[in-house]
C-alpha cells in the first residue's frame, strides 16, 4: 500500500540504517559487531535496530538468552 510504502522509504532515508542494513545484508550479526564496524555509538545502534526490527525490517533472535542476533528478512519488493 502506498502508506506501508512511503514509511519503507522513511526508514531507510537515513543513512545509519542503510549502513546497518548493509552490514547484516552479509550476515546475521550482534549489534557488537555492528558496533565495531560502524561509526555509531552504542545507544545509536540500539535505537536503529529496533526501529528497524519494530517495523518488519529485521528479525532478531537470543543468542545465549542475553544478547540478539540481527538479521535482514526476505522482503520481496514491488517495482511500480
Known amino acids: 500500500t502506498k502508506k506501508s510504502c512511503?514509511?519503507?522509504?522513511?526508514?531507510?532515508?537515513?543513512?545509519a540504517r542503510i549502513k546497518i542494513i548493509q552490514q547484516l545484508k552479509k550476515g546475521p550479526?550482534?549489534?557488537?559487531?555492528?558496533l565495531d564496524s560502524l561509526p555509531l555509538t552504542q545507544p545509536t545502534i540500539s535505537y536503529h535496530l529496533r526501529?528497524?526490527?519494530k517495523?518488519?525490517?529485521?528479525l532478531s533472535k537470543k543468542s545465549g538468552g542475553i544478547f540478539s542476533i540481527?538479521?535482514?528478512?526476505?522482503?520481496p519488493v514491488k517495482v511500480v
Open 55 to 58: 517495523n518488519g525490517m529485521l
Open 29 to 34: 550479526k550482534m549489534a557488537t559487531k555492528i
Open 6 to 15: 512511503s514509511r519503507c522509504f522513511s526508514l531507510i532515508e537515513v543513512p
Open 70 to 75: 540481527f538479521s535482514t528478512r526476505n522482503i
Open 51 to 53: 526501529l528497524l526490527e
